[in-house]
């Protein structure tokens, strides 16, 4: 029996507003044929197929066409839910796919039984599979009122370690015998992590020790980091089919592969996805950006995706206008690249607050304190305006970081 292992799909996921829709279905498109080609018997798809609870219209249709090609082609499917995805969404139509043999587990259940999924033929299973979900922290019983953030933190290692304890005792009293894996949609300690992890907040910090997956699982199939790695050599993180941040630009991007024969999980391999967008960064001064911009790399089948970053010593109006004027015209006169991201970075001494503010303590301080010493600085009189700006921003921030 051949098993593949993914993650993280983000459907309805925008870079920089730009729809990342065609990169998506031409990646079904590819995978959808070497799952043929390769007889693939499995898919597990380990949390957050979708980017948000609410996903477009689109992204609906691409997840349930792949779906029904898959159940054309025989494979048996498992789903997990991620921390964006919503297990109610992501549940509703579960019985139905479950006449597919498509398995929804969108959170985890209250009878850890019902998240043990026989992989095979129904009267033959060849092994089971622990499909355990994101685990948000209040379904975790160690979890109790009043804990500092540290005892918080240990707390939630504590609980996903019983957690998958418990559903390896499971497996091998429900199904003697039979090789067992899990599915987990987690954050595991030491793991590098990119943008696109970074700007959604990997939900809690505690990562999780390897040491958490009893040994009766002879492979643990990971989400939730995009990078693929392994945590150990059968614990392993497939990352995300297609870049979902410019810091995920230079990555090979894959899926897992590995087999189950007579009672045992060989090794996982990766599948490399053949690059389907370039994204690309241009840096330097202004002249450097102009002459990289000339000088772009061939597309690859969408058109290329562009991060400026201008380097400059010190915040200049003029040069910051005309890098906007460069950024527009180049979109402007372009229709197979698109600088869809442009930031400027200031080297100088007064980028740096602790420049500004050489004696503080910048933890002590409040952001509107650090805010004024800069307007100090730079010598700012009118200045109404900009503090009510920079406390909408930091009302913005505060209010994001609770969602
Ligand atoms: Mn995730």
Redesign the pocket.
Known sequence: MKVWHTA?WHLGKRLHEQSLHADQALFFEWMLGEIERRRVDVLLVS??AFDAANPPTESRALYYSVLTRLAALNVQVVVTG???DSPSMLNAPKDLLEALRIRVIGELPEDLSDALIPLGPPEAPVAVVAAIP?VRDNALRQITPGLNPTERQEAIRTGLHELFHAAGAACKATYPGLPALAMG?LYAAGTQLSES?REIQV?NLAGVEPSTFPAHFQYVAL??IHKPQPVAPHIRYSGSPIPLSFSERDQQHRVLEFTIDSGQISAAESVHIPAIRKLVQVSGDLQQVRERLERLPANGRLSTLIEARLIIEHADPAVTLNFSQLVEQFNAVHSDARIVKQFIELTGDRSRATDILPDADLKQLQPSQVFEALLDAEGIEDRDVLREAFQELIQELQQDERA
Request: charged share 25%; net charge negative.
């Open positions: 993280d949390g957050d991620g921390n964006h994101f949609h992890e939900g989400g939730h």
